[in-house]
Structures are given as C-alpha cells and as structure tokens.
C-alpha cells in the first residue's frame, strides 16, 4: 500500500465514522468492506463499531479476533478488543486485550492504561485503578481520568480526596 493509499483509507475510515455517527450504519459497513478490500485495518475497527452500535457485541469481539489475526500489531484493535470483552463481562480477556496492545509498536499507553483503570473498577479493585490513573500522563485524556478518579473515590469514600478532585475537575472546566 503506497502512501498515497494509506492517505485514501484514513480519509475513507473517517468518512465511515461519521456515517456511523449518523446512525447510517449500512453506508458504514459498506466502507467497511471496501477498506477490507484495501488491507487497511481499521475495516475491522469500524465494523466491530457498527455491530456494536447495533447491538451485536459478541459478533463485534469476533470481527475484532479476526482482524488481529490480520494485524496483530495494532493497538487499536487490542483496545477495542478489550472494551467490548469488558461490557460483556469478559474481564480476564480483556485484560489479556490490553496487555497485548501494550507491546504493540506506537501502542498509546496512556490510552490502553486508562481503559485498565476501568477495567479495575468494574471489577471493583478501586485502589488499583487509582493507582493506574497516577501513571496517565497524556493531557488529552484529563478528563476521561479525572471522571474515572472521581468514581473510584466515590466508591471507597474518600469524600475529602473526592471534594479537592471535583473542584479541580470543576476549575479546569471553567466551571470552579
């Protein structure tokens, strides 16, 4: 695939986005299909995405397993992979999900720790997702971990932590 290619798909990936934004789901799959055709690995992310949005979370997780046999080395898909075994309950597989998209090359690590963290909650291991969220050092994911933090106070009751972490999420809103 020349860059040029590459170039052609992403544009392409994004317009699917969008159609499944829109809740144009069969446009969606339909350029699903045609990045399938092209090699380009994000026809897996987009489909899983659709049938997710449909509803069909374990034929999601399947498209998915099929795409990393594929492309073993996206991360991207890894993640997916475990946020969708998470919502079905599948913790230790998507752990396994996220671990494995760690070792990928270019993986963004802030990103797979965050989905990590919530991984720990919903399995109600609080302190460790607190101490996950520590780690994050990407500031586009503020927000994400300052929600994630605030819930994993709640549920230990760390009400003063709870307080200066709220207001600080509140400030940095604009809103403090």
């Known amino acids: 695939m020349t860059a040029r290619d590459d170039e052609r798909s992403a544009r392409l ?3 699917g986005l ?3 934004r829109e809740g144009r789901f069969d446009e969606a799959l339909e350029i699903a299909a045609e990045l399938e055709a092209a090699a380009y690995s994000g026809a897996f992310e ?3 995405l659709v049938l997710a949005a449909q509803g069909d979370k374990e034929e ?3 498209c998915l397993q099929e795409g990393l046999t594929k492309a073993p080395d996206v991360w991207t898909l890894w993640q997916l992979h475990g946020n969708l075994s998470s919502d079905l309950g599948h913790f230790d597989e998507a752990r396994a999900s996220y671990e494995r998209g760690l070792r990928c090359p270019d ?3 802030d990103s797979l720790v965050l989905n990590q963290a919530i991984l720990d909650q919903r399995q109600e291991d609080h302190h460790r ?3 996950r969220l520590d780690r994050i050092e990407d500031p586009e994911l503020w927000a994400q971990v300052a929600s ?3 819930t994993s106070l709640l549920e230990l009751e760390h009400l003063a932590m709870l307080r200066r972490v709220g207001e600080a999420f509140l400030a940095r809103l604009g809103r403090g």
Do not use: I, P, W
Request: net charge positive.
């Open 18 to 20: 969008q159609r499944l």
């Open 107 to 109: 993986a963004h690590r």
């Open 60 to 62: 999601a997780v399947a």
């Open 148 to 150: 994630t933090r605030l």
């Open 13 to 15: 990936y994004d317009d």
């Open 46 to 48: 987009l489909r899983a």
């Open 129 to 131: 997702s607190l101490e």
